[in-house]
């Protein structure tokens, strides 16, 4: 009986060991009886965001079309500590993973990429200024900063060895990710970082003192991750990609992410001196219906296309008053509306705007944060708010207390917090509020 019991240990001990080894294949057979496409994604201007309500990023629309094609619905996973992006794959909290990731011979051998659906090379993000690093070989003894463990910080070992010169590595304890490694550039708090071609470029239209123009190595190709034991899945993507990277679907995305036409001033001599714009008799009469001052709306078109109808801006934001895609169709919009079919959309949506902040007693304050949430979205304002009540502020006052809080959404350790609803908010929803209510004034 004794002999017996100890034989029903060991094998009870077996069976418990084997199963606990044992790993679950997750496939493409499985995630569709899941009923749902899971993406772990970062943070990012390339990857995933949120602008005036809407989801975007070069990366999340790859992907929100390729789950099209397999007819499942995208979940979207945002990250909020880069090192944790294999792992979660890993431990199959997500199907695939999107971080603007360069394929490393190295990492092949615990995970698959999918084939290159972009290209790009490594560049220099510093300053503007007369010590500028003009090739490579200046980048001895220099501070750079760049992510734990990435491909950036391994070209600048290899860097070390091309130009046999010590390059004094540095990473920070939080471990910030790239983008937020560029604000720190823009901001002053550090002078170097590296980032791939494709993200610095979009990061550097909004901070005009960053040069971008050094690059430190070859064309990477840039791919999704994925689980080395998702064969089918993989083969799947790449059936998709390598159909997808042809069609004119994605080449309008590239442009619209990549190589959007700049808002410029368009020639101001052609109306009567008399009036503000070419537009007025149109701002005047959409501002009667709800009662607005047609100046505050006309100073808003000269903010977001110098009166441009034409005009098109990141993310796909086109026309006079830079209206999103999803927004636009939303208010029966596209590039082709005529001027007064815009004007008239942005009153109807700015009123909405203006009468969802019901709860701010003053008008002028009102006036601002839907200005605001005009440009970033209504969340970030919010995410802002909660901030103003945690720091002692007035969240119902724009000036000196949430515009104050809108500065703090760039931060990785105030973004990735628990409270924070919208992620990281990196846009210049401050400087838009002062540049359009000083227009405004000098105007009344």
């Given at each position: 009986m004794r002999l017996f019991f100890i034989v029903l240990l060991i094998f009870s001990s077996s069976c418990s060991s084997i199963l606990d080894n044992k790993k679950t294949k997750i496939d493409l057979e499985q995630i569709k009886r899941k009923g749902k496409l899971t993406v772990l994604i970062e943070n990012n201007?390339?990857?995933?965001?949120?602008?005036?309500?809407?989801?975007?990023?070069?990366?999340?629309?790859?992907?929100?079309?390729?789950?099209?094609?397999?007819?499942?619905?995208?979940?979207i996973k945002v990250i909020s500590n880069s090192n944790d992006l294999f792992r979660l794959l890993h431990n199959e909290e997500g199907d695939i993973a999107a971080?603007?990731?360069?394929?490393?011979?190295?990492?092949?051998?615990?995970?698959?990429?999918?084939?290159?659906?972009?290209?790009?090379?490594?560049?220099?993000?510093?300053?503007?200024?007369?010590?500028?690093?003009?090739?490579?070989?200046?980048?001895?003894?220099?501070?750079?900063?760049?992510?734990?463990?990435?491909?950036?910080?391994?070209?600048?070992?290899?860097?070390?060895?091309?130009?046999?010169?010590?390059?004094?590595?540095?990473?920070?304890?939080?471990?910030?990710?790239?983008?937020?490694?560029?604000q720190k550039v823009a901001n002053k708090e550090i002078n170097f970082t590296i980032a791939h071609e494709n993200l610095a470029r979009l990061s550097s239209t909004s901070k005009s003192n960053l040069n971008i123009d050094v690059k430190i190595s070859m064309e990477q190709k840039i791919a999704f991750a994925l689980r080395s034991g998702s064969p089918n899945l993989k083969k799947e993507?790449?059936?998709?990609?390598?159909?997808?990277?042809?069609?004119?679907?994605?080449?309008?995305?590239?442009?619209?992410?990549?190589?959007?036409?700049?808002?410029?001033?368009?020639?101001?001599?052609?109306?009567?001196?008399?009036?503000?714009?070419?537009?007025?008799?149109?701002?005047?009469?959409?501002?009667?219906?709800?009662?607005?001052?047609?100046?505050?709306?006309?100073?808003?078109?000269?903010?977001?296309?110098?009166f441009n109808p034409n005009a098109v801006g990141p993310g796909g934001s086109f026309g006079l008053m830079q209206f999103m895609p999803r927004i636009g169709r939303a208010y029966g919009i596209t590039p082709?509306?005529?001027?007064?079919?815009?004007?008239?959309?942005?009153?109807?949506?700015?009123?909405?705007?203006?009468?969802?902040?019901?709860?701010?007693?003053?008008?002028?304050?009102?006036?601002?944060?839907?200005?605001?949430?005009?440009?970033?979205?209504?969340?970030?304002?919010?995410?802002?708010?909660?901030?103003?009540?945690?720091?002692?502020?007035?969240?119902?006052?724009?000036?000196?207390?949430?515009?104050?809080?809108?500065?703090?959404?760039?931060d990785p350790k105030i973004y990735k917090s628990s409270d924070i609803r919208c992620g990281a908010y990196r846009g210049g929803a401050v400087a838009y509020v002062r540049i359009i209510y000083s227009k405004y004034q000098s105007w009344r």
């Open positions: 201007s390339l990857s995933f965001y949120e602008q005036k309500g809407e989801k975007l990023g070069f990366e999340y629309e790859i992907l929100k079309a390729f789950a099209q094609s397999i007819h499942l619905p995208l979940e971080a603007n990731l360069a394929i490393s011979f190295s990492n092949s051998k615990t995970i698959d990429y999918s084939l290159p659906y972009y290209f790009s090379e490594q560049v220099l993000i510093q300053r503007e200024g007369d010590n500028i690093v003009k090739t490579p070989l200046e980048l001895g003894k220099k501070n750079i900063y760049v992510q734990k463990n990435s491909c950036f910080e391994k070209r600048l070992i290899a860097l070390e060895e091309e130009i046999g010169t010590k390059i004094n590595i540095r990473t920070f304890e939080d471990d910030p990710i790239t983008e937020d490694l560029i993507l790449n059936q998709f990609l390598s159909k997808y990277c042809k069609t004119e679907k994605f080449s309008e995305l590239k442009k619209k992410y990549f190589d959007y036409i700049d808002i410029k001033p368009i020639v101001t001599n052609y109306w009567p001196k008399e009036n503000l714009s070419p537009y007025d008799d149109l701002f005047k009469s959409a501002a009667k219906k709800y009662s607005w001052d047609w100046k505050m709306l006309a100073a808003i078109s000269y903010q977001e296309s110098r082709n509306s005529s001027p007064k079919e815009q004007i008239d959309a942005a009153i109807e949506s700015l009123n909405k705007i203006y009468l969802s902040w019901s709860n701010i007693p003053n008008s002028e304050e009102r006036i601002k944060f839907t200005l605001a949430s005009y440009n970033a979205g209504k969340c970030h304002i919010q995410d802002a708010q909660k901030l103003a009540v945690k720091k002692g502020l007035n969240p119902l006052i724009w000036d000196k207390n949430v515009a104050l809080m809108i500065k703090k959404l760039s």
